[in-house]
């Protein structure tokens, strides 16, 4: 049987787009875990800075970790990516979790023109990360100000997701109610995305998100942004 640290040597490497060991990220997570003194809480300090410093918004679906950490904003996928780059970084093993979940909960936070495009279900994405001998899911989705914005018009209650905050023992996944179906999980980012061309999810080619993606995505900012001011009135 293969030794424990070398079953979870894969959740600790760096691929080309959960680029783990750049300097952004690298400098990045040593600054969230100094002082820590286990890695749990590296991990609640990397699932914090995530969930509050790159707000949710439909975003570069192929960016690298690092991309999506300086632009502060991204979508599932790309927060999740940022979130297992961070937690390799500070040496806890991280990977993703894939489910299929409805659809209605993007009701409001993204463009009525693309929601009204979108199938019932879709995929959708959270971290993992193994400490004390398991993993434990730790997603960090949604900001506070989102959060509560969400609440205050309406979009989902307190009964559907209680708490937006992880001690690091519990599992924490915010979209339980909404998901269909558990397809397991994935090493990172780049197996997730071509899960996600492969199932021929939405994924522009990629020639046609770099022409549309400054524009497409600056205008995707607007609803999410929306819901943050009212949970500040």
Excluded at 115 to 138: I, K, N
Excluded at 163 to 189: F, N, Q
Aim: aromatic content about 8%; glycine content about 6%.
């Amino acid at each position: 049987m293969k030794p424990a640290t070398d079953t979870l040597q894969p959740y600790l490497a760096a691929t080309p787009l959960c680029d783990c060991d750049a300097p952004l990220v690298r400098d990045l997570a040593a600054e969230i875990a100094q002082g820590a003194d286990s890695p749990t809480e590296k991990a609640v300090r990397v699932f914090e800075y995530v969930r509050d410093h790159v707000r949710f918004s439909l975003a570069f679906t192929r960016s690298k970790a690092s991309q999506t950490l300086k632009r502060g904003y991204g979508e599932c996928g790309t927060k999740t990516n940022a979130q297992v780059a961070l937690l390799r970084a500070v040496g806890v093993p991280a990977r993703y979790r894939w489910v299929r979940a409805k659809t209605e909960v993007l009701h409001g936070l993204i463009l009525e023109s693309i929601y009204r495009q979108m199938p019932p279900t879709a995929s959708h994405f959270w971290a993992e990360c193994h400490l004390d001998g398991r993993w434990v899911s730790c997603e960090a989705l949604l900001d506070r100000p989102l959060y509560e914005g969400m609440l205050r018009a309406g979009l989902l209650t307190e009964e559907q997701i209680p708490t937006i905050d992880w001690d690091g023992r519990s599992d924490l996944v915010l979209l339980l109610p909404w998901i269909t179906e558990d397809l397991g999980h994935l090493p990172g980012y780049d197996e997730a995305l071509a899960a996600l061309i492969r199932n021929k999810e939405g994924i522009p080619p990629l020639w046609l998100e770099r022409l549309i993606a400054p524009w497409f995505y600056s205008l995707n900012l607007r609803p999410t942004e929306k819901l943050r001011r009212l949970a500040r009135e």
